[in-house]
């Protein structure tokens, strides 16, 4: 129980694990324990199971908008582009002169593109609370779902891809052994 994690993937949280993500303060204090990278991955589904959760509390709060969706589709459409543009604009090179640098590296384009994708939902939840249809926020969580699970998602293959990427560029450290073993710094 007390062994160092070693480089090898995880693979993916438990149900149990990514119940107690979703559970509030629960991150600040159980992600210090254990494997930062099944963190990581239970982080990366609350956030999925999240979007679809403000989904089916927007169904029964029963908001059908009016039939005028024209403005909605716009606005959600604008925020999607600035989301895509963000993630290109601001996705920096993973930094691999230290363990901790890489690590924090991957969890920063991780984090960047989680907050992108769903800045889109988030919008589509405010329009449907100021008179938009329901199935706006829909269009809104279906894109940043989709985008969670394509963009950077924390699995096994993209980080195979990360490490092949790094080891062309020199680089020999291990991402998987880096995301493990390093711990998140602290909130202040």
Not at 13 to 33: C, D, E
Not at 75 to 90: F, N, P, Q, R, Y
Request: proline fraction near 7%.
């Amino acid at each position: 129980m007390g062994q160092q994690p070693t480089d090898d993937d995880p693979g993916w949280p438990s149900v149990a694990q990514v119940l107690r993500a979703l559970t509030p303060g629960y991150l600040q204090i159980g992600s210090r324990k254990g494997d930062q990278l099944i963190a990581l991955r239970s982080i990366f589904v609350s956030f999925s199971v999240t979007l679809v959760a403000f989904a089916v509390v927007l169904q029964l709060i029963g908001n059908r908008g009016p039939n005028h969706v024209l403005p909605w589709l716009w606005l959600l459409a604008v925020a999607a582009g600035l989301s895509i543009t963000a993630i290109a604009v601001l996705t920096k090179p993973l930094d691999c002169s230290s363990e901790a640098k890489l690590a924090v590296a991957y969890r920063n384009r991780f984090f960047l593109t989680i907050a992108s994708c769903e800045s889109v939902a988030l919008f589509g939840f405010v329009f449907a609370f100021i008179g938009a249809p329901t199935w706006i926020y829909d269009l809104g969580a279906a894109f940043a779902l989709s985008r969670f699970w394509t963009v950077d998602p924390p699995t096994p293959r993209r980080l195979q891809q990360h490490q092949a990427a790094l080891a062309t560029s020199g680089c020999e450290l291990s991402l998987v052994g880096a995301l493990r073993r390093t711990i998140p710094p602290s909130p202040r």
